[in-house]
């Protein structure tokens, strides 16, 4: 299998989250410094406080933010290929190169626009509506985490159709697969009825994982790229 990362856009990314992340204790102390330095005005000394408090939380929601999507363990594209060994020498993975999809999977069972979850927890999803079962405890750690899920569904599904018109001019007749999967391995996921296939990143080929589920597709019921379409599509999209 091979694996082919944006690894400066993600260096990057983990930088400006850790930056980010200072900035939010600095903003704060920068504020107590300014309110004890007693200014005369009295618009200032009430309104200062609050433009701090309305900074430091921006502030404190994109770092955290962007620290679960870059600097979160596991990283989707290490836990990934490892619960996909074995698949097949033909996979390539790519990921931070076609956003929205963050990370595109092409196998001989098909190609995949992988929606992470990266979200612990118990999860349940049917006729494509989710709900997730937290403790009081964990739904507060949740919180300061800033991890809400939104909707998976229509994030794979947009993911899909945007990888599908890249490939256009490539292979127009091999359909781009919407796939949600789970990377956290203490995830719990309960599956009824969806139009978006919902796995985990178990690396055992057990009921739910990913490798189980591309097994249960087989090849040939879903058309994949060739080398050479491949080989066009990362030409004219990896960069």
Do not use: C
């Not at 404190?60 to 596991?74: G, K, M, Q, Y």
């Not at 800033?146 to 490539?170: C, M, W, Y």
């Not at 719990?188 to 796995?199: A, I, L, N, Q, Y």
């Amino acid at each position: 299998m091979r694996v082919v990362t944006n690894v400066k856009l993600a260096a990057r990314m983990r930088q400006i989250a850790q930056y980010l992340m200072f900035i939010t204790f600095g903003v704060p102390l920068v504020g107590l410094f300014l309110i004890n330095t007693q200014p005369q005005s009295i618009v200032l000394a009430v309104i200062l406080p609050i433009i701090i408090l309305f900074v430091a939380l921006v502030v404190t929601v994109i770092s955290v933010r962007l620290a679960n999507l870059w600097v979160r363990v596991p990283r989707p594209e290490e836990i990934i290929p490892e619960s996909l060994k074995g698949i097949g020498k033909q996979t390539v993975m790519y990921n931070y190169y076609h956003f929205p999809a963050r990370h595109v999977l092409i196998v001989p069972q098909g190609v995949f626009a992988l929606t992470v979850m990266y979200h612990d927890g118990k999860f349940t999803v049917n006729d494509d509506r989710w709900t997730r079962t937290q403790t009081g405890v964990a739904r507060f750690l949740s919180l300061l985490r800033f991890d809400s899920f939104g909707n998976p569904t229509s994030e794979a599904k947009a993911a899909a159709e945007h990888v599908k018109r890249l490939l256009q001019p490539i292979a127009g007749d091999v359909d781009v697969q919407p796939l949600i999967i789970f990377i956290d391995p203490r995830v719990e996921v309960e599956v009824g009825d969806t139009s978006v296939p919902v796995v985990t990143a178990d690396g055992a080929q057990k009921k739910g994982s990913i490798k189980d589920y591309l097994y249960n597709i087989g090849r040939g019921k879903h058309k994949t790229l060739t080398q050479d379409q491949i080989d066009a599509f990362e030409a004219a999209t990896v960069r």
